[in-house]
Each structure stands twice: as C-alpha cells, then as structure tokens.
C-alpha cells in the first residue's frame, strides 16, 4: 500500500521552476505506488485529486494587499497584523480539511515555507504541523534572505517563526550546498541536499516535422545558427553578454534567440537589451508568443511550439546568469545534448562545475578565448558531439531521476517506514 502524500504551495501551473520540480517529485513517487495530491491557490493538476483555496495563491488581492504592508517598512498597522492572522486562521481550517479529505500521511510543502510570497500561508502551516504533528517534508526552493525586496520588513517575528519553522516534524529540503549552509547557519537547522533533476534515464525523442518548422516559423533561413536564451527577460539572466557573444562572432547567420516574456519585473530591461542588440547589430528575436506550455495555435493561428521544440532545434545555449538558483536551463542544455555558454554563477561553481561537465565558461565578462571556444564549437562537429554526449553522462550521473529517486526513498522511508521507492 503506497502512502498518500498532500503537496503543499500557493500555485502549482505553468512552467515556473517550483511547480516542474514538484511535477518531477510527484512522477518519481508514483511510479512506486505513493498517491499524490495537491493543495494551491492555482492549480492546472487533476481536479479529482486537488483542493484549490484562492487565498493561498500570491496574487490574491488580499495576499497582495498584506505584502505591500509588510515590506519595503520596519513597522505595521494592527490591521496589517489581525489580516495576516485572520487568514491564517482561515487557511490552517483548510489544512485540516485537505488532510482530511484524502487521508494523507505525509505532507510535501513546495516553497511555501522558504519565500514569504504568502505569510498568512506560512504562518498556517507552521501553526498546523505544531498543533499535530504532521510528518513534513519542506522543499525550499528560494529563501527570502536571498532576495533583496525581502531585506526591509515589517513582518521580521513572522518570518523567524515561518521561513522557515524550526519544527521537529519537518525535515528540510535544499537544493543547492549554499542554501544548505545558509539554513544551517542562520537558523541552526539541518537539510537534506537534493538537486533539481531531469529524467536523464530516457532521452528526449528526435526532432519531428513539427519542430523542424520552428525556425522557419520565426523567420530564421535555412543556414542561420540559432542561439537559444532559454530564460525570462529579467536583469540577474545577464543577457547582455548573450548579445556580446554573438557581435563578437562577427557572422549573420548567428541570430539570438530568446523563448520566455519579461515576466512580473517590467519592460526597462527589455528595451535595454533591445537597444544594445540595435547597436551591435545583433539579430535578436523574441519568440514568446511562439513558446508555450504546450503545442497548439496562437490567437492568430501561427503554431505555438514547447520549449523542448526550441532546444531541439537550437545550435547553441546562452546561460550568461549573474545569479540562479539552481540553474534549470543548464540541466535542460546537457539534456537535449546542446552546447552551452555560462557564466560561472556561484551554484554553478560550488555544486555542478566540480562535477566535470564541459561547457565553455566565463567569468563575468567575455573575452577572445571565450569568442574563440564557441567558434569551434560551430564550426567543429565532432568537437561539439564529444562535448554534449559526454555532458548527458555527467547529467545522467547527477542529475537523473534515479538520483531523485535515492533521496526520495531515504526521506520516505524515515516518516513513514515505507521502503518501496
């Protein structure tokens, strides 16, 4: 008899880093008879097995009306404080119900914990695992000290009691050494490491007709050589150096190409790099409209591909990040056995570099070396397929399901006695 395990966050839809994770952790689950469930503000999960309260999503008016209040301030009004518990309240009779309703033994709780997106949420939760104990899992995806915004804070009591909770019925999750040591660190409380991870035990397929016309669908020609930024349009991706990369290559058929919108942090950077491509004479095409979730026709009928699409018919990735989390694209890159630009962020140092994986790296800044490196790697095929077979072997190593699978079993195994992963 496998466990009934409840999934905890304020959404799970889309393709945002936390809600592919959970999707992975949920599939490695069931594949061992374990029962998923799901509990969010917004949910693209199956109905039968979900239970969607509003309030627990970030965007809620009433949530959005808290974190206006609460940060950006030292102090708050009382009224700030009695909403904030109001809906609490609210949210942990939720809790009880959602356990209730399926009968769960084990409760997976998917950033909820870490980032304040929605304090009266946090503060439910810890307040439901104290009242009964329930066995916990915390997965933390990002931690609010690692965001600016968070630094200025009229909720500080808040997120000491709930960012997370200091609870001996939760065993925390990181995803990254740094965030490990920084949980340890700042709150005296010890994680288990799991990095992000991509089935690595089954190739992608090979490219159909469908995605063969990607290109053509965004105008490039025949001959052109695609570098793909597969990230959002937000300052920390560093694109800037994307766009230098490819001036510096000096050849028109080089055109960048970047999948994602801006997302929630404006325009300005947009037209920034806008400006910079017009400049250097970079080619740059943004294809959001064009990538989605999934297959089907936009608003004007012109064919919506998925991100596998555009990395199947890439040549090469641009990963220039100042700062990530983890590093999603870079998995995905090994994965679809494409070479790749990176800028050697700090995860990226501590936790995938020493494994051996070869990339053409820089620090911060281009140089002719760099220019030099990705010009062969165009140019030079076996070059290139000895670099991104031998990178689906580090991935495969890694960053695999079967590594999931392990960490999985032991935390599992330790709350519920069940070694059947």
Known sequence: MGVQIGFVGTRFAGTDGVSLESAKWAQVLWDHRHVSHWYSGLSDRDPSVSMVVPHAYFNHPDIQWIN?????????????????YTLADYLKGTLYEFTRRYHLDLLIVQNALCIPMNIPLGVALTNFIAETGFPTIAHHHDFYWERDRFSVSAVTDMLWMAFPPALPQIQNVTINSFAQEDLSHRRGVSSVLVPNVLDFENPPPE???YSRCFRKDIGLAEDDILFLQPTRVVPRKGIEHAISLVAALKDDRCKLVISHASGDEGNEYLQVLKDLAEQSGVDLRLVDEQVGDKRGKNADGNRIYTLADAYSQADFITYPSIYEGFGNALLEAFYYRKPLLVNRYSIYVADIEPKGAKVISMDGYLTKDVVAKVKRIISDQ?????????????????????????????LVTNFTGQDNL
Do not use: H
Not at 391 to 403: K, L, M, P, T
């Open 68 to 84: 206006r209040r609460a940060f950006g301030t030292r102090t708050r009004t009382p009224d700030v404080t009695q909403r904030i």
């Open 207 to 209: 490219a159909d007709e």
């Open 382 to 410: 076996a070059y290139r397929d000895e670099m991104v077979d031998f990178n689906y072997e580090i991935g495969r190593a890694f960053f695999s399901y079967g590594v999931l699978r392990r960490k999985l079993r032991a």
